[in-house]
C-alpha cells in the first residue's frame, strides 16, 4: 500500500535507506551535518566526540577535507537531505559507498567520486576518502 503523497511528491528522490551500521550512520550524519551548516558544525564533532572519545579529531578533520574537496571541485550539486531523514539521495549513498571502499576498491570509490562530483578532477576527494576510511578503521570503528 503506498502512502498518500502530495502530487509533486517524487518518492524517487530518495531512493535508498538509511545504513544500518552504526559507523556508516555516524558518517552519514555528520556529512550531511557539515554539507548542510559547514564544516565546523558542533552536532557533527559531538557526534564524533561521543562514538570516538577523545581520538575524535582525526576523523573528524579528515571527514572535513574530503567534505571540502567534494564540495569545492563539484562540477554540479551535491544532493544531500536532512540529518534526521532515514532515506538517502543518490548522491548521500555513492560518497558514503566511496568512502567506505576507497582502500579496497580504488577503482569502484573514484568512479561513485566522480558520478557524485560530476567532475573529473575527484582526486583530492579520493585521497581524503582514503583518510576518513582509515581513520576509523583505526580508531575501532570500521566501516564495514
Not at 503523497?5 to 535508498?16: E, G, K, S, V
Not at 574537496?69 to 560518497?95: H, P
Amino acid at each position: 500500500m503506498r502512502p498518500n503523497l502530495p502530487a509533486n511528491t517524487d518518492i524517487t528522490a530518495l531512493p535508498f535507506a538509511a545504513p544500518l551500521e552504526p559507523n556508516r550512520r555516524l558518517l552519514l550524519y555528520a556529512l550531511r551535518r557539515m554539507g548542510a551548516h559547514g564544516l565546523n558544525d558542533a552536532h557533527a564533532a559531538q557526534a564524533m566526540l561521543g562514538t570516538f572519545g577523545m581520538g575524535y579529531r582525526r576523523p573528524l578533520m579528515m571527514l572535513r577535507v574530503f567534505v571540502q574537496e567534494s564540495a569545492s571541485m563539484a562540477a554540479r550539486k551535491i544532493s544531500i537531505t536532512g540529518c534526521c531523514c532515514m532515506r538517502m539521495t543518490l548522491d548521500e549513498a555513492r560518497l558514503i559507498e566511496a568512502i567506505a571502499t576507497a582502500e579496497s576498491d580504488v577503482q569502484g570509490a573514484s568512479l561513485l567520486l566522480r558520478q557524485a562530483m560530476g567532475s573529473e578532477q575527484y582526486l583530492g576527494a579520493l585521497c581524503a576518502a582514503q583518510a576518513t576510511q582509515a581513520a576509523f578503521a583505526d580508531l575501532g570503528r570500521p566501516l564495514v
